[in-house]
Nanobody
Framework: QVRLVESGGGLVQAGGSLRLSCAAS????????MGWYRQAPGKQRELVAV???????NYADSVKGRFTISRDNAKNTVYLQMNSLKPEDTAVYYC?????????WGQGTQVTVSS
C-alpha cells in the first residue's frame, strides 16, 4: 500500500509559479508509474505529467514547456514545477501512482490562478 500526500497548492496570479510536492509513504524507487493529474470544476480528471515505466516522462500538450516533473528518490517525493501559470490551469491537482498493479491517489491540492 502507498499513501500519497500533496502540498504546495495555492492562489497565484497569471504568469506566476508554484511547485507541488507529493510525498510517498514508501520508497518510490520501485514505483514505475507516478505523476500528476488535475481536475477542474465540471471537467474530467486529466493527465498533467507522469513518469512512465522505464523512467520516461509524459506531459499534457497544454503544459509542455511550462511544467516540469521531477523526483527525489532519497526523499520519496515527486515534484511538479509549474511556471507561466494560466487561469485555465486552475484545478485540484492529484498525485497518482501505480504500484504492482494497484492505483493510489493523494487527497489533492487546490491550485487557483487569477487573471
Amino acid at each position: 500500500q502507498v499513501r500519497l500526500v500533496e502540498s504546495g497548492g495555492g492562489l497565484v496570479q497569471a504568469g506566476g509559479s508554484l511547485r507541488l510536492s507529493c510525498a510517498a509513504s514508501r520508497s518510490i524507487f520501485s514505483i514505475n508509474a507516478m505523476g500528476w493529474y488535475r481536475q477542474a470544476p465540471g471537467k474530467q480528471r486529466e493527465l498533467v505529467a507522469v513518469f512512465s515505466n522505464g523512467g520516461s516522462t509524459n506531459y499534457a500538450d497544454s503544459v509542455k514547456g511550462r511544467f516540469t516533473i521531477s523526483r527525489d528518490n532519497a526523499k520519496n517525493t515527486v515534484y511538479l514545477q509549474m511556471n507561466s501559470l494560466k487561469p485555465e490551469d486552475t484545478a485540484v491537482y492529484y498525485c497518482h501512482c501505480n504500484y504492482y498493479g494497484y492505483e493510489y491517489w493523494g487527497q489533492g491540492t487546490q491550485v487557483t490562478v487569477s487573471s
